[in-house]
């Protein structure tokens, strides 16, 4: 919840720097490239491979076995994206400045990659080792992670905004330097906690092992549909960079900022502390203990993105008005990036639905299907991108973004043996029938509201409008619940007359 405000406060302070101007897009795109493989590598498939591989090993012959393996990705992590990370930043700075050209945003996009490429060294590795204090039941250090890269670019943006930069290329460059700086803090803080309280010891580990394997063999197939994934967001951002119309890549990035803010704070977290008991049930054979494990994901998961996606939609207008309507960030930018949030906000319980379930998929070794899913929404994604942005711009990424979410969700479902059509109004399993009932009280609630509590004009009518309007939506929404009896627990029964 922290990490999530303070990025919140960090894109604040970001638009009201850089606007919807070309140095503020350029560092969006560098910053893309990096992140792209800590979601790969770092919290992404290599890290769902890693987990039940070290459980593994962990509860079979004690922690020795299982620090080797740390040890031995460890070490290959370090070499092998040093290596990569040096080659991406010597590349990136000579492109830079062999076509030097401040005018030019695709060359000035290259400088900054060369700055926030290392980025990935540190956080791909403080990723691995945050996977293997998650499984020896320790959470914070993941947590608070990204509270330390929010914290960061906040004091460089904070310091640009009392030094009045003039040169916005510079703060750029700076905000880069200060993502390098984050990391290596969010690297030192899971080491430091493995080595003191787990007595964890490092040591340089070249060498092979039969569990590397297993980690090598899970690995690389669901790496490719990782990649695919990652791809499908870098396609989206360098189309919404090469259009014509100034912000186009500031507006899908601030939805998809807003979008994440309910995925970060509940859904992905639902998936981090659920994930361990998918893989320990589905490792013990225990079809029971994954069925309601997995039924609880998608139960809550539903009751809290769905209201999520309502909300947003019906309220992005005094949303972005209060949070990023400040200096170079005005009301023209406000109103196309309202345009393209309320498109986005729908994609809010695809994405949260798909997220868990190729979790789900990556617990029982599994790394096919998500990898297939991913592939056939890149497809459909560049597909409908081509098509749509041709009329509609950003307008038309936006669409194809939640077509191509959709489209992935439906083939996850169907490729899901667990899954029946029925499970998703049975109240036992997903019941979303309640949770679609407590929306449509909220909607047509917001609806009526919303207009009479617009008379106040600026910053303070849309603080008064929030600040009654969303906790009305919530208790709106959560008393429908309470009457249809919904379930937060593993199974509807203990949840009865509670």
């Not at 070309?22 to 769902?48: D, H, I, K």
Request: glycine share 8%; hydrophobic share 55%.
């Amino acid at each position: 919840m922290v990490s999530r405000i303070l990025g919140l406060l960090r894109d604040v302070l970001f638009f009201a720097t850089f606007g919807a101007s070309m140095f503020g897009e350029a560092f969006l795109l560098a910053f893309t490239f990096p992140n792209l493989f800590r979601r790969m590598l770092g919290e992404g498939t290599l890290n769902s491979a890693f987990l039940p591989v070290f459980t593994t090993a962990w509860n079979e012959t004690g922690r020795n076995r299982a620090w080797a393996l740390l040890n031995q990705i460890v070490s290959r992590m370090l070499l092998y994206l040093g290596v990569l990370a040096l080659l991406i930043c010597l590349g990136s700075w000579s492109v830079s400045y062999c076509f030097a050209d401040d005018g030019q945003k695709w060359f000035f996009a290259a400088r900054l990659n060369g700055i926030t490429f290392a980025y990935l060294i540190f956080i791909c590795t403080s990723a691995i080792l945050v996977g293997a204090l998650n499984v020896r039941g320790r959470f914070f250090e993941g947590a608070i992670s990204p509270v330390i890269l929010n914290l960061c670019m906040i004091i460089c943006l904070v310091l640009a905004q009392l030094f009045v930069f003039q040169d916005l290329g510079w703060v750029a460059c700076l905000l880069g330097i200060s993502v390098v700086g984050a990391g290596c803090l969010q690297l030192w803080l899971p080491w430091r906690a493995l080595k003191v309280r787990e007595s964890w010891g490092w040591s340089i580990d070249l060498s092979g092992s039969s569990d590397l394997n297993s980690v090598k063999s899970l690995f690389w197939v669901g790496a490719l549909g990782a990649a695919v994934a990652q791809v499908n967001l870098l396609i989206s951002r360098f189309l919404a960079y090469s259009l014509d119309e100034t912000g186009g890549l500031s507006f899908l990035y601030m939805a998809a900022r807003m979008v994440e803010l309910p995925l970060g704070v509940f859904a992905i977290a639902i998936s981090t502390v659920l994930f361990p008991k998918l893989s320990k049930a589905s490792t013990q054979g225990n079809a029971k203990g994954y069925e309601e494990a997995f039924f609880l994901g998608m139960r809550t998961i539903g009751a809290i993105t769905l209201p999520s996606a309502v909300g947003l939609y019906v309220l992005a207008d005094p949303i972005l008005r209060l949070l990023f309507q400040w200096n170079a960030f005005g009301p023209e930018e406000t109103v196309q990036a309202v345009n393209v949030l309320r498109i986005a906000a729908w994609t809010i319980p695809f994405y949260a639905y798909s997220s868990f379930m190729v979790k789900a998929f990556h617990s029982e070794k599994n790394m096919t299907t998500p990898y297939h899913g991913a592939i056939v929404s890149l497809l459909i994604n560049l597909i409908a991108s081509l098509v749509l942005m041709q009329k509609y711009g950003v307008l038309g990424l936006a669409w194809a973004n939640f077509i191509s979410a959709f489209s992935q969700l439906v083939f996850l479902c169907w490729k899901n043996q667990s899954l029946q059509m029925g499970d998703w109004l049975a109240p036992r399993k997903i019941s979303s029938f309640s949770p679609l009932l407590g929306c449509t009280c909220m909607y047509f609630l917001l609806a009526f509201l919303l207009p009479r509590l617009t008379q106040i004009d600026g910053k303070t009518g849309d603080l008064i409008t929030l600040s009654v309007l969303v906790p009305s939506a919530i208790l709106s929404f959560f008393l429908v619940l309470k009457m249809m009896r919904f379930s937060w627990t593993l199974t509807a029964s203990k949840q009865k007359g509670s």
